[in-house]
Structures are given as C-alpha cells and as structure tokens.
C-alpha cells in the first residue's frame, strides 16, 4: 500500500509539471505588431508588460505573443449550420515540441454567457488545430463551435492549469 501512495504521488507530481510547463518564464500575452520578428515574450528585455484589459482583448487578425510561441486568430466566420469556425495559425517559438489541443485550450462564449459546443467540421478547407507542432514549425487550422449568439469572444488557455489567458473579440 505504501508502494502504491509513493507511486501515486510522483505520478501527479508528475502531471502537474507537464501541465504547468518546465519553465518559469512569464507567460503575459502581447500583440505581436505586423511586419515584427516573431519572439518569444519572455525573450523581450526591458518590454512594457500589458495591462490586465490590453492582455484579455484581442482582436482578429491581431497575433499574440507568448512565452514560447505565437498564435494569430486569422479569421472568424459562420458556417451554413450557424456554426462559428475560427482559423488559427499557431507558430512554435522555442526550441521544443509545442502540443496544441482545441478541446483542452479553447472556449467561446457569447454576450449571454452561453458557451458553445465543440462541433466537428468535415467539409472546412482547413483542418482541426490539433497536434504537435514542431520546434520552429507552424500549424494552420480551425476550431468550431455551435449554439453561440452574438457577440462571441474566443478564451485560450495556453497551459492546462496555468493563468495566462488570451481573449479576441469575434464579434459574429
């Protein structure tokens, strides 16, 4: 019995550090103006830190700079099912493997705090925003919901149980 606390313990421990990231580094999401180098944020010496408002609000088109990669909203539309299909382009910064789950990651809800169900799209010119993105690599894909009114905001969470989230205004 005692074996098996042990090995549950340093199997949390475990799960805990892969969800919270390895490392220390400051995860405050930045736009990423056009025309810049992609750079990771905590790479940036001497940069101002966004606000708590200019942090949670983004626009679409705008990309957002993290700790160890970039994503852009790319694009915001609604399908013949009234379904919203968000594009994402993810670009990995570090040196590392970078996993990207559309489940784990992203949320949208409307203005009446309805939040939308995954849907799954298998006529998109894109395909899902799912898998290992490669140390240096991009990745380019959608994410869909249903059941969303108007005013749609997008959440990612880049890190399981980390705090750092990024908001874009979808409109829609």
Not at 5 to 26: F, N, R, Y
Not at 36 to 65: I, L, M, S
Not at 119 to 133: E, I, K, M, N, R
């Amino acid at each position: 019995m005692r074996g098996f606390k042990l090995a549950l313990g340093i199997g949390m421990l475990g799960l805990t550090t892969m969800a919270c990231g390895e490392s220390g580094a400051v995860d405050a999401p930045r736009k990423v103006e056009p025309g810049a180098e992609a750079v990771a944020a905590a790479t940036v010496e001497g940069a101002a830190q966004p606000t708590a408002a200019e942090a949670e609000r983004f626009q679409v088109g705008d990309a957002v700079a993290l700790a160890d990669h970039q994503i852009t909203l790319e694009s915001v539309t609604r399908d013949e099912e009234n379904n919203l299909v968000a594009v994402f382009v993810v670009e990995n910064t570090s040196g590392k493997d970078l996993t990207v789950s559309s489940l784990m990651s992203f949320e949208a809800k409307d203005d009446a705090g309805n939040k939308g169900q995954t849907a799954l799209l298998f006529d998109s010119d894109t395909g899902g925003l799912d898998g290992t993105v490669l140390a240096g690599d991009k990745l380019r894909g959608h994410v869909a919901w249903s059941g969303l009114g108007s005013g749609v905001r997008i959440h990612y969470t880049p890190k399981l149980l980390g705090d750092t989230r990024v908001t874009w205004e979808a409109g829609q």
